[in-house]
């Protein structure tokens, strides 16, 4: 039981590599507090997992929504020691000037404006507590970008970097920073990000740039996820650890 008696928050917990992540979490001892904007979908997971998950509908981007969600975490299970800045957005994969304004601010409020949320809601309760760790999830987007993505690039580059700086501040609170980045699997957005339908012909074309041969999958994202929020890498922030088949070499 490596997280034994730990307690997290994931968002984008209804599915995917959120849901994999809420999963490994409890398996190791942790309670979770699995949190989606489709709450339908997070009350599905938590049920599935059992008595140490729960549930709570949250639109990350929304300042009073995020504050609400952490606030239920807290009521539940009396702290938290780590916050998965899981929840993301992006927008087609298409030339850069075909993405409208209004998609291009919700890239940046889901994927980046969450993370000032984020560290205006959980900061003071780690300095509190003595100590925490945030895990966000950034993305090989952001290290190795593929043309058509532009703008979602640019804003898993800003997490990417946020990462490394949040790290270096929040290192005196004794608050760990770490960011995983995957490369692109087989979730909800998949289709958005290769621009087209998703078939096995056309996911050839991106597996054959990905030097292991295949997409990444949840379980993948998980078992990072449960490494670096485990006390085996108490000693490592500031670390974007590419889960990506080499992707990114």
């Given at each position: 039981m490596r997280l034994k008696g730990k307690s997290f928050v994931v968002t984008g917990g209804g599915s995917g590599f959120g849901a994999a992540m809420a999963r490994r979490f409890v398996a190791e001892?942790?309670?979770?507090?699995?949190?989606?904007?489709?709450?339908?979908a997070a009350l599905s997971v938590a049920q599935s997992i059992g008595k140490e998950a729960v549930a709570c509908t949250a639109d990350v981007a929304d300042r009073a929504s995020h504050q609400?969600?952490?606030d239920a975490a807290i009521a539940a299970f009396g702290g938290i020691d780590?916050?998965?800045?899981?929840?993301?957005?992006?927008?087609?994969?298409?030339?850069?000037?075909?993405?409208?304004?209004?998609?291009?601010?919700?890239?940046?409020?889901?994927?980046?404006?969450?993370?000032y949320y984020s560290c205006h809601s959980m900061v003071p309760h780690f300095r509190a507590r003595g100590g925490g760790h945030i895990l966000n999830i950034g993305s090989t987007a952001g290290i190795r970008p593929r043309p058509g993505l532009t703008w979602y690039n640019g804003s898993k580059a800003a997490?990417?970097?946020?990462?490394?700086?949040?790290?270096?501040?929040?290192?005196?609170?004794?608050?760990?920073?770490?960011?995983?980045?995957?490369?692109?699997g087989p979730t909800g957005m998949l289709e958005q990000f290769?621009?087209?339908?998703?078939?096995?012909?056309?996911?050839a074309k991106f597996i054959a740039t990905i030097p292991l041969g295949r997409l990444s999958d949840a379980e993948d994202i998980a078992g990072a996820a449960l490494y670096l929020a485990s006390d085996e890498a108490q000693f490592l922030t500031g670390v974007c650890l590419p889960v990506d088949g080499g992707r990114t070499i």
């Open positions: 001892g942790a309670r979770v507090l699995v949190a989606d904007i489709n709450g339908e609400a969600m952490i780590c916050v998965v800045n899981n929840a993301g957005y992006t927008h087609k994969n298409q030339p850069l000037l075909d993405v409208d304004e209004a998609t291009f601010d919700r890239v940046y409020a889901v994927n980046v404006k969450s993370i997490v990417n970097l946020l990462t490394k700086s949040l790290a270096v501040e929040l290192a005196p609170d004794k608050i760990r920073v770490n960011a995983i980045c995957p490369v692109m290769m621009g087209m339908p998703d078939t096995p012909e056309n996911r």
